[in-house]
């Protein structure tokens, strides 16, 4: 059982408007990375945040920022959202900056943009 | 071209076959692999790490050549359970000292009672 939760599980949001997702760490972890997974593609790393600090981020634009919090737990912002947004976000939780580590995914929270 | 490839599939086999998956990267730079597993409308979960040595975990025999950039899966005597998306995973350097992890868009795996 996965201890990485996700909240919420599904979302349905307006164009142009603003999203926070949200990620709880699994005990001891201190590395959070998030991905957006399109239908029948394989995830996109978006970024990555190790001990409150962003130290990995992909090909996004700045309108997707994030945030590590003192207990691990993290949030995905994504502002002026575009219908291409919608996707599966995924949350990652590892030990230790590198990406060796085995990651341990949330179960995503489902995006829709209208 | 791709960062990570991969042969979509699905692939559709008969239990207890033997099934080959391929993967290539382009980033040389690229210093660790792994394949992940996801099941329909689940997470990603490890399956192995890929050591260029070669390494076999029970059924499944994963193997690296460096020098084709080339990653591949096998999975022996296929049960029911096997069936899923297998994601071929690449370590590369962004610099500074940080990693990304990029996946391939996943071979569908489908095991025929």
């Known amino acids: 059982e996965t201890g990485v939760t996700q909240s919420p599980t599904h979302l349905i949001k307006t164009r142009g408007q603003q999203v926070t997702l949200r990620c709880s760490s699994q005990?001891?972890?201190?590395?959070v990375s998030w991905y957006q997974q399109a239908l029948g593609q394989g995830p996109q790393f978006i970024f990555q945040y190790y001990r409150e600090e962003e130290n990995g981020r992909g090909n996004f634009p700045p309108r997707f920022s994030g945030l590590q919090f003192p207990n691990y737990s993290s949030e995905l912002n994504v502002n002026a959202l575009e219908l291409d947004d919608s996707a599966l976000y995924l949350c990652?939780?590892?030990?230790?900056?590198?990406?060796?580590?085995?990651?341990?995914f949330g179960n995503g929270t489902r995006l829709t943009v209208t | 071209r791709k960062e990570v490839e991969q042969d979509p599939g699905p692939f559709n086999v008969p239990e207890g076959a033997t099934v080959a998956f391929n993967c290539t990267y382009s980033?040389?730079?690229?210093?660790?692999f792994f394949w992940y597993r996801q099941d329909c409308r689940k997470e990603p979960k490890l399956l192995m790490s890929v050591y260029s040595s070669g390494n076999e975990d029970g059924r499944f025999t994963a193997q690296l050549n460096r020098a084709s950039q080339y990653i591949s899966l096998l999975i022996r005597d296929s049960k029911l359970s096997d069936s899923a998306t297998y994601l071929c995973?690449?370590?590369?350097?962004?610099?500074?000292?940080?990693?990304?992890?990029?996946f391939g868009t996943g071979t569908r795996l489908t095991i025929i009672p």
């Open positions: 005990s001891g972890h201190n590395t």
């Open positions: 980033n040389s730079a690229s210093q660790s």
């Open positions: 990652a939780s590892g030990t230790g900056p590198s990406m060796d580590s085995p990651l341990h």
């Open positions: 995973v690449v370590n590369s350097p962004l610099g500074f000292g940080n990693e990304k992890l990029t």
